[in-house]
C-alpha cells in the first residue's frame, strides 16, 4: 500500500544533528573527537557512590513531578548565594531531563503560532526546531564579529507585538563568548513594558574564565520577573549522559513550564536527585569549575601556538573556535570531514549554527579533554 501523504514532516529541513554525525564519524575513523561536547574523563567517584547509595537504599521510583524538594532547596540556596535571587522551592524551581528538555518544555509552555522568538546566531541547535514545532517563528539576530556580540540596537528594531520571548545563551556555545552587565541592562531596557519573555540558557554558568563573573538574568530583578532561566548538571558535575538539569522561573511562569513538564517527562530520575542533594552541599564541588577548565583552555591553546589555525579567544564553556581562513578556502562542512577523516581530529563546524550555513571557515574544538587527548590533538593540530 502506498500512502503518500501520511507523513507532511512538520521539520522538513532538520536532519541528524552534527554532534551525532561528527562523533560517529570520529569513532568510524578512530580520531580524536573533540566535536561534539562531553569530557572524556570521569565524573567524581563520590558522586557514583552516592548514587549506588541512593539505588541500594530503594529510591527507585517515581520522584515528585517538579524534582525532589531537598533538591530544589539548595539550588534555591545556591542561586541566593550567587546571584541574590530568591526562588521559592516549592513553586520556582523544577527538575528535568537535561537542559534539553527544559528549553523545549518552557519554549512549548508559552509560544503560541504565530509567535516570534528572537534567537542569536551562531545558535544551539535545539532552540529553532523547538520554537517551530509550537507554531513560532524564529527570527534570526547575528552576533557581530569579532568577538560576538549583540547590537542591541538592532534587536531593539526587530521587535514588534509578535515578539514573545528572546533566547540568550552565556556563556555562549559554540563562540565562548560571554554577556556583560552593559548587556543585560541592555535587555532590561528594550523589554521593559512589553510582554517579552526572556529564556535564559545557562548551562555553562559555572565555566567561566580569567575571573570574570557570570551574568546570570537572576542577577537584574526586572529580568528575573520574565525569564525561565535553565541549567544542566551534566555541564557541571562531568555527567552529560545523565541528562539531568533544571529550570528557575518565578511563580507565574513555572505553573506553566509545569503543566507541559508532567505530561512531557512527568519526572526524573530519583537516585540521581538524591546523589546531586548531597553533592551540591560543597559548593567547591562547583565553584572550583571554572579554574578546572581555564586550565584545560590554557593547556590546549598553548599546546596549539605552533598552528597556522587562528584562535578566537574564549571567555566561557569548553569550546574553543580556530579559524583555519589562512590555510583553506574550503567549505567549514568538509573542512571538518576532512581533518576527520585525513588526520585523525575531530570538530564541529560553526557554519551549522546558522540558518543560512554562513561561513567564516571556523570549527569549535572541545577541550572537556584529559591533558594526554590534548597533547595529541595538539600534535595533529601543529601539522596542519
Ligand atoms: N544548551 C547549550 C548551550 C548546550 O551546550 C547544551 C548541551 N551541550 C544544552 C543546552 C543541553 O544540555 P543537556 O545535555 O543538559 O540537555
Ligand atoms: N551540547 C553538546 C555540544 O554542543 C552536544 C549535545 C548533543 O549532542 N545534543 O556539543
Not at 532538520?14 to 564519524?25: D, E
Not at 547509595?53 to 539548595?74: C, D, F, V
Not at 540556596?77 to 528538555?101: F, M, N, R, V
Not at 574564549?314 to 577523516?341: C, H, M, P, V, W
Request: glycine content about 4%; some cysteine.
Amino acid at each position: 500500500m502506498n500512502y503518500p501523504n501520511l507523513i507532511n514532516s512538520k521539520l522538513p529541513n532538520v536532519g541528524t544533528t552534527i554532534f551525532t554525525i561528527m562523533s560517529k564519524l570520529a569513532t568510524d575513523n578512530n580520531a580524536i573527537n573533540l566535536s561534539q561536547g562531553f569530557p572524556d574523563f570521569e565524573c567524581s567517584e563520590e558522586m557514583i557512590s552516592l548514587v549506588n547509595k541512593h539505588m541500594k537504599a530503594g529510591n527507585n521510583q517515581y520522584a515528585p513531578m517538579p524534582g525532589l524538594i531537598g533538591l530544589r532547596e539548595i539550588l534555591a540556596q545556591k542561586t541566593e548565594e550567587l546571584y541574590g535571587a530568591k526562588y521559592d522551592p516549592d513553586s520556582e524551581i523544577t527538575i528535568t531531563a537535561g537542559a534539553t528538555q527544559a528549553i523545549y518544555t518552557a519554549i512549548s509552555a508559552v509560544v503560541r503560532e504565530g509567535d516570534e522568538v528572537i534567537i542569536f546566531e551562531p545558535a544551539y541547535d535545539c532552540y529553532q526546531p523547538a520554537i517551530e514545532l509550537n507554531g513560532g517563528k524564529t527570527v534570526y539576530m547575528q552576533l557581530q564579529s569579532p568577538d560576538y556580540t549583540i547590537d542591541w540596537e538592532k534587536v531593539k528594531k526587530m521587535i514588534n507585538h509578535h515578539t514573545k520571548m528572546i533566547i540568550i545563551n552565556t556563556p555562549h556555545n559554540p563562540t565562548g563568548s560571554v554577556m556583560s552587565v552593559a548587556d543585560m541592562i541592555m535587555l532590561e531596557k528594550i523589554t521593559k513594558g512589553t510582554d517579552i519573555i526572556i529564556l535564559s540558557d545557562e548551562v555553562y554558568e559555572h565555566i567561566i574564565f580569567d575571573n570574570q563573573q557570570h551574568q546570570s538574568v537572576a542577577r537584574f530583578p526586572f529580568l528575573a520577573e520574565r525569564s525561565f532561566i535553565i541549567s544542566s548538571f551534566g555541564k557541571t558535575f562531568h555527567t552529560t549522559g545523565w541528562k539531568l538539569g533544571y529550570c528557575v522561573a518565578p511563580k507565574n511562569l513555572m505553573a506553566e513550564f509545569r503543566k507541559v513538564h508532567q505530561f512531557l517527562v512527568f519526572s526524573c530520575n530519583t537516585p540521581i536527585q538524591y546523589a546531586l542533594t548531597e553533592y551540591l552541599k560543597e559548593s567547591e564541588n562547583y565553584l572550583s569549575l571554572g579554574n578546572f577548565y581555564q586550565q584545560k583552555r590554557d593547556y590546549f591553546i598553548n599546546a596549539i601556538k605552533g598552528s597556522k589555525l587562528n584562535l578566537i579567544p574564549a571567555a566561557g564553556t569548553y569550546f574553543q573556535l580556530l579559524s583555519y581562513k589562512n590555510i583553506s578556502k574550503e567549505k567549514d562542512t568538509d573542512y571538518a570531514i576532512r581533518l576527520t577523516k585525513e588526520f585523525g581530529i575531530a570538530s564541529i563546524p560553526i557554519s551549522v549554527f546558522y540558518h543560512e550555513q554562513e561561513d567564516n571557515h571556523v570549527l569549535r574544538f572541545c577541550f572537556a579533554k584529559k591533558e594526554e587527548t590534548l597533547a595529541k590533538a595538539a600534535e595533529i593540530l601543529n601539522k596542519i
